[in-house]
């Protein structure tokens, strides 16, 4: 009896854990199951976010865009007489724009560059100027430029070398070697604007940036965007 005894405690007990048993995996699979629900939740929440930011992300505009555009310029200290050139926005078939407000303190004059018509504000500070600032504000609409033929046009102007945008075996090395395997015109274009982006950094520490010297941004790997374009073009020439 004693034996049978123990084996019955011995079997209740056994129960009792298969019981304690089943109740641990039942609510380790509600556990499992509410977790696995809070991280469906969280990828979907996740998910939402990602999606808000992509929406917000401003993509590539097609067709056409307007903004506001000031180019704004602080004299530095000036002694004696001096002159200072600045660029002024035109309509052409490409873009619209519109002057706002020219808020030039000082006497000036627009004139035009005789090679390829381009409006022009000359400054003619004094040193009683010194500190002042200028600002030109306009309204563009802009409308995409696609590639398009140069027919027409004296195209062997571009070609020529300059001081700072020499032609020289460097170049054209480099040049071959970013287009190789490239035929079409567009697709080699393309190849030497990703070449420059990958090799260059915009940095205007130190001396020697801004000058659009295609030299210096081919050894310096750095520059403003007037030597991110010398380069370009040194390479396509």
Avoid at 200 to 212: C, I, L, P
């Amino acid at each position: 009896m004693e034996n049978r005894s123990t084996i019955g405690k011995k079997k209740t007990g056994s129960g009792k854990r298969s019981r304690q048993a089943a109740d641990e995996r039942n609510n380790c699979d509600q556990g499992q199951r509410i977790a696995m629900r809070l991280l469906i939740g969280t990828i979907f929440m996740l998910a939402g976010v990602f999606a808000v930011d992509a929406a917000n992300e401003p993509g590539i505009i097609k067709g056409s865009d307007q903004f506001e555009f000031i180019y704004r310029v602080k004299l530095p200290e000036i002694k004696g007489d001096a002159r200072v050139w600045m660029p002024l926005a035109k309509t052409d078939a490409f873009q619209t724009v519109t002057a706002e407000e020219f808020s030039v303190p000082i006497k000036w004059e627009k004139v035009q560059d005789r090679d390829y018509g381009n409006d022009i504000c000359v400054l003619y500070p004094q040193s009683a100027d010194s500190g002042k600032a200028i600002e030109l504000r306009y309204r563009v609409v802009r409308r995409e430029k696609a590639a398009y033929s140069a027919s027409g046009e004296d195209t062997s102007r571009y070609l020529r070398p300059e001081k700072l945008v020499p032609v020289n075996e460097t170049f054209k090395t480099l040049a071959l070697g970013a287009t190789a395997g490239k035929t079409a015109d567009l697709e080699r274009a393309k190849a030497l604007y990703d070449h420059v982006v990958r090799r260059m950094r915009y940095d205007k520490s130190g001396t020697g940036w801004g000058r659009g010297d295609a030299v210096y941004a081919c050894d310096a790997r750095t520059g403003n965007c007037s030597d991110f374009h010398a380069y370009f073009i040194a390479l396509a020439r």
